[in-house]
């Protein structure tokens, strides 16, 4: 009894700090709506990798403005600024390209799910548990929907042995923070 009250509480945190790494995440700026396709679509590549305050900016920006704020946008990323090839620009998109591949659920593209979103911002986790059963214990009369934790061993301006908990509720292949 004791273990599995242990159990809930290190799950039930886990989450907790997950959700609060994720604030804002999905948080919708005013303006938004009224962007044109070409617009929404940058946003939405931008959006887990930009500032609040550069998002806010970004809905404000003429059609015509948007080219030179991107440029400045990547340039203030870019590790290795001498050179022709802006690192942290390519592996944005690698990631993009990924999430939308390997986390789409139904309609849902993969950058808007849960993991899709975590894994454009932090990349690809250290370790992964997969338990595409849940946690079964026979004997302990205790189970667990399916879930899979992700474990960042480091993640810049976050902390060390970060832990993220996707878990499907509703067993239908959908994992939620």
């Known amino acids: ?61 003429r059609p015509e403005q948007r080219a030179k704020w991107l440029r400045e946008f990547w340039k203030r990323r870019d590790p290795t600024p001498d050179t022709p090839v802006n690192e942290y620009k390519l592996e944005h998109y690698k990631r993009l390209r990924y999430a939308q591949k390997k986390f789409r659920w139904g309609r849902t593209p993969g950058w808007k799910t849960d993991r899709g979103k975590i894994f454009i911002k932090y990349g690809p986790p250290n370790y992964v548990e997969l338990k595409p059963m849940g946690d079964v214990a026979l004997m302990g009369g205790w189970y667990s929907k399916p879930y899979e934790r992700w474990v960042y061993d480091y993640i810049p301006y976050v902390g060390t042995d970060i832990k993220f908990l996707f878990v499907d509720v509703h067993m239908t292949g959908d994992y939620e923070l």
């Open 1 to 61: 009894m004791r273990d599995m009250l242990r159990r809930f509480l290190i799950r039930f945190c886990l989450t907790l700090m997950a959700a609060l790494l994720c604030a804002g995440c999905g948080v919708t700026y005013l303006g938004y709506d009224n962007l044109d396709a070409s617009g929404k679509r940058t946003f939405d590549e931008i959006r887990y990798i930009a500032t609040n305050k550069e998002l806010a900016e970004f809905v404000e920006l």
